[in-house]
């Protein structure tokens, strides 16, 4: 879908793609666009990004503009019923991250908060059943969790794990919806200080109730949310993802200038980005 998004973009505006690597440099509309996509995760085909990898810097460029939305977006639950289990975790697993990061985004507004949570809860409810009994109905709601996320994310954007995935993607070629189970949760209790009652309602979902405080009741949310992506049989560390450690030191300067970085409610040099990722190794 981002492919589609370039080639439009180019079509309708000239240059390369590279042009208009950023945000809100299309001057022109692009081509009328049909999107159906085949996983319940990447918001693509409802979102106002395109992420492009450039392979000869070996970067994965963000593209942002209002002009990148698709016309129409037909979201059929039964190709996601066509997919194999890990595609369906890591794509939910990437809407659930989509969900948090544009929840404690400092543009967050009320619209996109009841999109982000309503995502974070179906995908909490939804994504161990569709791994058990994958049936129409259950596939249905990790479709709409994954749409409420697309919705919140294109309106606040995103944050660090996004930044980081981005990098790792564009430079070691890690599948992104890997990326989050590892770099998720660090990101999380890095942000706590900050965010610590958003964080909050979030643990209360994760867990179905809160604790006797904010803190803990956060704190208490991001180790069971470890525990469940433990569950899901899914990577846990970044040693599981990263064959090189020698490179996380480029990757994390990378990262410092990805578009995402911006929204992040806590500032990060790629120093501190660093720290978090010897942390996950």
């Known amino acids: 879908m981002d492919a589609a998004k370039g080639i439009a973009l180019v079509a309708s505006n000239g240059g390369t793609v590279h042009d208009y690597e950023g945000a809100n440099r299309i001057q022109r509309p692009l081509p009328p666009m049909v999107f159906i996509p085949s996983t319940a995760g990447s918001g693509s085909d409802i979102s106002q990004f395109a992420i492009i990898t450039d392979v000869r810097r070996c970067v994965k460029m963000s593209i942002i503009s209002r002009t990148l939305v698709p016309n129409i977006s037909i979201i059929d639950p039964l190709i996601l019923g066509t997919k194999p289990k890990d595609l369906i975790v890591s ?26 949570l309503k995502a974070i809860d179906l995908i909490i409810r ?72 958003k964080l909050a309602e979030i643990g209360k979902i994760i867990l179905g109730k809160r604790r006797r405080t904010s803190r803990s009741t956060a704190l208490a949310g991001i180790e069971k949310l470890e525990e469940n992506f433990v569950s899901l049989r899914t990577a846990t560390r970044l040693r599981d993802i990263v064959s090189d450690r020698s490179t996380l030191p480029q990757v994390c300067r990378t990262a410092s200038r990805d578009a995402c970085l911006l929204t992040n409610p806590r500032s990060a040099t790629w120093e501190e980005m660093l720290e978090l990722c010897e942390e996950a190794w």
């Not at 989509?98 to 908060?113: M, N």
């Not at 070629?173 to 900050?194: A, E, F, I, K, Q």
């Open 91 to 116: 794509s939910a697993i990437d809407a659930f991250s989509h969900a948090v990061e544009s929840y404690v985004s400092p543009i967050a507004f009320p619209l996109t908060e009841t999109q982000s």
């Open 126 to 197: 939804y994504l161990p059943q569709a791994l058990k009994s994958p049936s129409i109905d259950v596939l249905e709601q990790l479709a709409i969790a994954s749409t409420a996320a697309g919705m919140a994310f294109s309106n606040a954007s995103l944050g660090m794990d996004h930044a980081l995935a981005h990098s790792l993607g564009g430079m070691l070629d890690v599948v992104h919806g890997l990326v989050h189970p590892v770099l998720l949760p660090p990101v999380m209790r890095y942000n706590l200080p900050v965010c610590e009652e």
